[in-house]
């Protein structure tokens, strides 16, 4: 349709501009031999020159004016070409970049179809990790493959084609397993949306971490043992307000990083009373102002004493704002709200329940159900309240008990 119309202007052109020429031609030939000759004769040979000049001339005319036209044509259609073939050139060495990209990350890539998830195209890392090769699987849907399945619960779980750094496990036929990262993202190949798929082998940096894990924890167990042959109360304390902290927050459905660091705060939330005297720590009466203003300065004594330890969770916020409460009546900051962290305020209820049921050197215990109406009392005041829910679940519904530590 626009060829046609292209034609159509150029000849509307041409047959304007011969028109327009023949006019004026006919006009100022004729008026100018009028003028100049008198004899018939003298007039009709002249209307003979001056027809074959017209000719002549627009014939001149015409052929510039085409050749312009086409010249003009042609050095557009030369540029279309040479566009198009850089175009095409450009194409083919991106496509040789991302084909030789794609078989040579150290990741397992695949492409697959959006809806499906039938495997398009996938790099040869898969033999690697996997008694398969891309010919094997290519052609099938993820689903139908069974060491992909954990694939799918991400998709399941997160419920968007966008995964970013999802752990998961990926199991080999001869049951061992492969711990990965997974990464996805939309891609569009010929005008239709398919799915990338970035399958990292992380086995080697999980199991540097669990080292590191390892490690931290018996440090905070040599931590632990120290402080229980200065004061083997407040080591149990600690271990029991760990195990309280960890089921709140079990219960409250709080992500597994942490649920592990509040365990491992719990283990250590009151070390800086190490730095208390043993003789006040055990004393077998109330304590006196200035002894109590002494262990008010726990909190901020024991996040100076780890002040060092580089802890992957917030262990040090925690340890310095676990007896802050919701009122900004606590201590050692007058903290309000939302302003303490989360781990904190779970801290502080499993803290109260443990020290008011246990017992204490200057008193006995007063018992679970005592300490659980006390914090249901301070529930939305001093303690948060949703945390408090929590807590009265596991002890009146799901009837937790404190192990023996």
């Not at 004729?30 to 003028?35: G, N, Q, T, V």
């Not at 760990?242 to 942490?258: F, G, K, P, W, Y």
């Not at 208390?276 to 009466?285: D, G």
């Not at 679970?368 to 001093?382: H, P, Y």
Request: a negative charge; one cysteine or more; hydrophobic letters at 40%.
């Amino acid at each position: 349709m626009n060829r046609k119309r292209e034609v159509f202007w150029i000849s509307a052109r041409i047959a304007i501009f011969y028109a327009v020429i023949g006019g004026l031609w006919i006009f100022f030939s004729d008026s100018l031999i009028s003028l100049m000759l008198d004899s018939s004769t003298d007039i009709t040979r002249f209307q003979t020159y001056k027809g074959m000049g017209f000719l002549l001339v627009t014939a001149l005319l015409l052929f510039v004016y085409v050749f312009t036209e086409l010249k003009i044509r042609r050095d557009v259609e030369d540029r279309y070409y040479r566009d198009l073939k850089d175009s095409n050139q450009a194409l083919k060495n991106s496509e040789e970049k991302f084909f030789t990209v794609f078989q040579t990350v150290p990741q397992i890539q695949i492409i697959s179809d959006k809806d499906d998830l039938r495997i398009l195209d996938i790099n040869n890392r898969i033999t690697d990790f996997f008694d398969m090769g891309p010919e094997t699987v290519s052609g099938q849907s993820i689903k139908d493959i069974s060491c992909f399945h954990t694939l799918l619960e991400l998709l399941e779980k997160t419920r968007t084609p966008k995964l970013d750094n999802m752990e998961t496990s990926l199991e080999r036929s001869d049951g061992t397993t492969l711990e990965v990262a997974v990464w996805t993202r939309e891609i569009v190949i010929e005008g239709k949306k398919k799915l990338l798929w970035i399958i990292q082998d992380i086995s080697r940096e999980k199991k540097a971490l669990e080292d590191a894990e390892r490690a931290l924890m018996g440090v905070i167990t040599a931590m632990g043992r120290i402080f229980e042959k200065r004061d083997p109360y407040t080591h149990g304390h600690q271990m029991r307000v760990a195990e309280l902290a960890v089921a709140i927050a079990e219960e409250m459905d709080l992500s597994e990083t942490v649920i592990e660091g509040i365990r491992i705060s719990g283990y250590i939330h009151d070390i800086g009373k190490i730095a208390i005297p043993s003789e006040i720590l055990t004393k077998p009466a109330a304590l006196s102002e200035v002894e109590y203003g002494l262990i008010k300065l726990h909190p901020e004594t024991g996040k100076d004493f780890i002040e060092d330890i580089e802890f992957p969770w917030p262990v040090k916020k925690i340890i310095y704002q676990h007896h802050e409460r919701m009122d900004g009546s606590g201590y050692p900051l007058g903290l309000s709200g939302y302003s303490i962290s989360l781990e904190a305020r779970i801290m502080a209820v499993a803290d109260v329940v443990e020290a008011m049921s246990s017992h204490r050197p200057y008193r006995p215990g007063h018992g679970i159900e005592a300490a659980l109406e006390e914090i249901e009392r301070q529930a939305g005041n001093r303690l948060d309240e949703k945390v408090v829910e929590a807590c009265l679940v596991l002890f009146r519904e799901k009837d937790f008990t404190f192990s023996d530590n």
